[in-house]
Nanobody
Framework: QVQLMESGGALVQPGGSLKLTCEVS????????VGWFRQAPGKEREALLC????????HYGESAKGRFLIDSDHVKHMAYLYLSNLQPTDTAVYYC????????????????????WGQGTQVTVSS
């Protein structure tokens, strides 16, 4: 059984940073790409980044460019999302998801292409 669990969400002040972790069980990150999404209150879920399984290539969504980074540790079965210079508009539930092998340059933003999802972790940015 494949399970994903996000952690690391917290309340942070504007300008702060966070590291989110996605722990994957029942699947190998040698075979699955990892994507990070977020959903703010009243808004649709938004793709942030995706890292491919084979070559570690990273695809960035518009909101992630310049401030967010993604990494994965295949041995530990974990993926990480590094958030920096957080602003109140970054307040959202952050999700990780996996799909087989590659992110896909034109599909990494599509939720339907991902096979498994975590339950999400809340990030709140407020002073």
């Amino acid at each position: 059984q494949v399970q994903l669990m996000e952690s690391g969400g917290a309340l942070v002040q504007p300008g702060g940073s966070l590291k989110l972790t996605c722990e994957v069980s029942g699947a190998s990150l040698d075979e699955y790409a990892v994507g990070w999404f977020r959903q703010a209150p009243g808004k649709e879920r938004e793709a942030l980044l995706c890292i491919s399984a084979s070559d570690g290539r990273v695809h960035y969504g518009e909101s992630a460019k310049g401030r967010f980074l993604i990494d994965s540790d295949h041995v530990k079965h974990m993926a990480y999302l590094y958030l920096s210079n957080l602003q109140p508009t970054d307040t959202a539930v952050y999700y990780c998801a996996i799909k087989q092998y590659a992110c896909g340059s034109t599909t990494y933003t599509s939720e339907r292409t991902y096979d498994y999802w975590g339950q999400g972790t809340q990030v709140t940015v407020s002073s």
